[in-house]
């Protein structure tokens, strides 16, 4: 029998037709919604006379464009109002199995309430209006992001239609050093390959580092899978997948549970199963990374400097370090360890789960903010994770130490809320994108790990976390 | 969605490479539950020398004169050249809407990213993947060529310069095929409704723990 990789059985199993040429209609099990990419889809819906065709699949929240503070004063914008209303009016006339509107006690990042409610389960294929779709992978499933005409399509149809990707394998061995995370894997996995490097891919991540990883930092890892440009990212399956995914609300239990559990035990690839292309690292050699530009791919490491583009040969690629260093405000050949910050954002789909911010609280505790930094948050990827974290009592390590302590959602990632950089604010960032006014007009945003931004909360500037170990 | 119909343009070049959706149209403008109205807002923190929100009367704001689009030259363009990985970032479908609303109907490059470039089509915007080599050529002829136009027939599959060059393109029958004729992809998929059943059904007996 030919060896099959986890995503030739992911694909398999959910293609309803396939055409010669290769288009295949694929089946939809879990569809997230939230405000900012359904209401067109649920207008177009209307128009067309459609109804949704298994509104049981459909997992809902708003969370791109709520605010994370005075929750009691509702949503003071009011575009960004009318569109969370319109998706609770979708939501009334059209149905889901679970909806987790403003305010409600498990409202979250569409990202974190997947996983920790179960609506997200191997073996599935879990799509969303949200390019950050990939993070569910790390389920063993076949998770990836789509468009308003797609959410559109699934809503009306259960299915999308598409081709089969290439495949990659991204695979780690070895041990990671003390203080290097999932995020710094990832970053230098897009160093390396760049942020187009694994488009028109669905890339496995592999190898003893990513076994030894916990689910969360999994999900850290798929999720960043999209900013190498990936259709989607997954990891297989394995006891830790298992030992996350009981008791879960919507997990199955019982009999139901063990004919479950062998099922997703098929779901790894097989010894000798083909990848289109593979890549290799270190586990050993990542260390911790801090990104200098306005690119995921424009990345060091924090004993690293920021480049100099005269040192580069390729004339656009100069062009471009010299666009995003102008952007970014920073001078050539500069120790990423002396550039001071002025803000400080915890929190996203990529890190905002209870294990990052043990990780946060475990550097800031008993110190404070620096002088310098005007603001440093903490935002909870959900209502679940905000109640974990303050019944163990990191709020009171944040508070201490100077953060403010807010309620979830996507916050400062995007700042389509409140929370957002002034210009020419530079922002340690817990994040995924450091686009160009990404967290704000003319902001400029270093991605890194939770712990990584809580150091340099304290230190008023990047540190190496693994000079505090 | 609209049928594509194959249609010279004026080409306006956007030299930079890794454009992605957060400069196509920028957050707080997704908070529109509308499908139309972004074209105005298209590149909006290059385009504009102030700070753009919603709601605000974009005829009267100061255009940045720098940015490409602004010069008098590339005024009316309907085609865009650009660099590689085209579009990268968010699954956002207002980029194509705002890309198409502004006028263009077709953008050229060496590569996109995949969401977007799905979000393209859908939408019934062309995106043409070209080598890398032959787009900087074209940039190189249109950045010194005032009123550079270029013709795209689908149909053909080519790209002829004002120079009668032809250039040739791959593109996905499927996706030739939608645009071409301005299908409705949920109706064709509809089509196909007992197919859906049958699996459907088949799926919840063997996997029935997708359906508590
Ligand atoms: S946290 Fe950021 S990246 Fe994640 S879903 Fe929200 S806006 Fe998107």
Redesign the interface.
Known sequence: MQALSLYDKLWASHV??Q?A?G?A?I?I?RHLVHE??S??AY?GLKL?G?KP??V?SIVATAD??TPTKDWDQGIK?P??R??VE?LNANIKEYGALRFYPFRDENQGIVHVIGPESGAT?P??TVVC???H?STHGAFGCLA???????V??VL????L???KARSMQVCVEGELGAGVTAKDIALAVIGKIG??GA??HAVEFTGSAIRALSMEARMTLCNMAIEA?A?AGMVAVDDATLAYVKGRP???SGA??D??VK?WRTLTSDAGAKFDTTVTLAAADVKPQVTWGT?PQMVTTIDGRVPDPQQEADA?KRE?IT?ALNYMGLKANTPMTEIAIDKVFIGSCTNSRIEDLRAAAAVVRGKKVAANVKLALVVPGSGLVKRQAESEGLDQVFVAAGFEWREPGCSMC???NDDQLAPGERCASTSN?N????QG?GGRTHLVSPAMAAAAAVAGHFVDVRELH | MEKFVSREGLVAPLDRSNVDTDAIIPKQFLKSIKRVGYGPNLFDEWRYLDHGEPGMDNSKRPLNPDFILNAPRYRGAQILLARENFGCGSSREHAPWAISQYGFQAVIAPSYADIFFSNSFKNGLLLIKLEAQIVDRLFKETQSTPGYRLAIDLQEQSVTTPGGEVIKFEIDPFLKHCLINGLDEIGLTLEHAEEIRVYEAQRKKQQPWLYI
């Open positions: 309803v037709r055409d040429d288009t209609l089946y099990d900012v990419t209401p067109q207008e067309a459609r065709w298994r049981q791109h464009n914008d575009i960004a009318l569109q319109t389960l073996g599935m209006g949200d390019s779709t990836f992001g789509i468009g308003t005409s797609e559109e399509h009306a149809t259960q299915c239609v598409t081709k942020t187009a488009t028109g440009g259709r919507l997990a199955p139901m549970w004919a479950a099922y690119s656009v471009g666009r995007l700042g389509m994108r686009f160009e006014g990404r007009p």
